[in-house]
């Protein structure tokens, strides 16, 4: 079965604490994406990557960090610097970048509840 | 500044159609995109519209006005299962994806 996984469900920090979020995809995807959900907002760019070893930043990457040094893995550290990392997190992948509607098109996983105690 | 609106909440009763509006302003455009999320779920891909008029997949439809930067999702026949977020996404100059908040469509029986 194709698709992209995220690891763990639900996770649970103490302030001060770096944590990292998993996101497997095995589509063959190239480009992955990392956003942030927050209740009565749209998703907010953390990160995205359009090939393996090279990702750039988006809207909100303060506090964040990514590394893709594999085409399938693309794991989000979320760090003690970001100031209010309560939120659900979801991870994406679509086929290229730029390459067009059907290779845009962005598949998610199912996400990762992280609440900072 | 580049924005989404789209209705907050919405309800329709089972069986029913109903309309769900999304305006846009961004730098550019390559295309818009609806996604269907239940609550504590993943968005899953409905739709995508670049070119101007009215795109049929099933029950569900979605049409595209570049003139007027607004596009809507219409839903037919309505079944209980379809209470969910609907999200409305533009594609900017730079192929970044632009989002709305989403509107919270609840069905009543």
């Known amino acids: 079965d194709g698709g992209i996984t995220q690891s763990p469900k639900y996770l649970f920090r103490k302030e001060g604490q770096n944590v990292t979020l998993s996101c497997e995809q095995n589509?063959?995807?190239?480009?992955m994406y990392w956003y942030r959900q927050d209740p009565g907002q749209g998703l907010r760019l953390i990160y995205y990557?359009?090939?393996?070893?090279?990702?750039q930043k988006g809207d909100i990457a303060e506090g964040y960090s990514v590394s893709r040094e594999k085409k399938e893995s693309f794991p989000l550290t979320v760090t003690s610097a970001q100031k209010n990392p309560t939120a659900f997190y979801l991870c994406?992948?679509?086929?290229?970048?730029?390459?067009?509607?059907?290779?845009?098109?962005?598949?998610f996983g199912p996400g990762t509840r992280l609440t900072v105690l | 500044g580049q924005n989404i609106d789209q209705p907050t909440e919405m309800t329709a009763t089972e069986g029913a159609i109903v309309q769900i509006n999304c305006t846009y302003q961004?730098?550019?455009?390559?295309?818009l995109f609806w996604y269907q999320q239940h609550a504590g779920e993943a968005p899953t891909f409905l739709s995508y519209?670049?070119l101007d008029g009215l795109e049929e997949k099933g029950r569900f439809s979605s049409f595209l006005s570049r003139s007027k930067g607004y596009s809507y999702l219409l839903l037919k026949e309505l079944q209980m299962k379809d209470s969910a977020s609907y999200l409305c996404?533009?594609?900017?100059?730079?192929?970044?994806?632009?989002w709305g908040a989403g509107t919270k469509l609840i069905i009543k029986p």
């Open positions: 589509l063959n995807h190239d480009a």
């Open positions: 990557s359009q090939i393996v070893n090279d990702f």
């Open positions: 519209n670049v």
């Open positions: 994406a992948s679509s086929m290229a970048y730029h390459g067009g509607p059907s290779t845009d098109t962005q598949y």
């Open positions: 996404a533009a594609l900017d100059s730079n192929y970044q994806l632009i």
């Open positions: 961004t730098s550019g455009f390559n295309g």
